[in-house]
């Protein structure tokens, strides 16, 4: 059974970066053919997808968001993480991570999600 739990900070100023981690137990992140995701849903919205890394490193970001997201993985740990930089209020949401099986949009394993607020 693949599990996922997200961990980082619940508060983050406006101008500063918010760094999540996921851990993954259960699977490694580096097994073909999945991919690792980073997805949020702000407060009365849908989920959008922020970007993935693939089983063999390469990332994938949403255009709206590629020049302020960063995501890299720790193969020996089985983790990967998200930064954002420039965090303004409009980035408040619960992120999750979760795994694409197929780097279509089919996700079978997610987190629990993680409140992140941006507020001064």
């Known amino acids: 059974q693949v599990q996922l739990q997200e961990s980082g900070p619940g508060l983050v100023k406006p101008s500063q970066t918010l760094s999540l981690t996921c851990t993954v137990s259960?699977?490694?992140?580096?097994?073909?053919?999945?991919?690792w995701s980073w997805i949020r849903q702000p407060p009365g919205k849908g989920l959008e997808w922020m970007g993935a890394v693939a089983y063999s490193g390469s990332t994938y970001y949403s255009p709206s968001l590629k020049s302020r997201t960063s995501i890299s993985r720790d193969t020996y740990k089985n983790q990967f993480t998200l930064q954002l930089s420039s965090v303004t209020p409009e980035d408040t949401a619960v992120y999750y991570c979760?795994?694409?099986?197929?780097?279509?949009?089919?996700?079978?394993?997610w987190g629990q999600g993680t409140q992140v607020t941006v507020s001064s």
């Open positions: 259960g699977g490694s992140i580096t097994t073909n053919y999945y991919y």
């Open positions: 979760a795994r694409d099986a197929t780097g279509w949009g089919q996700y079978d394993y």
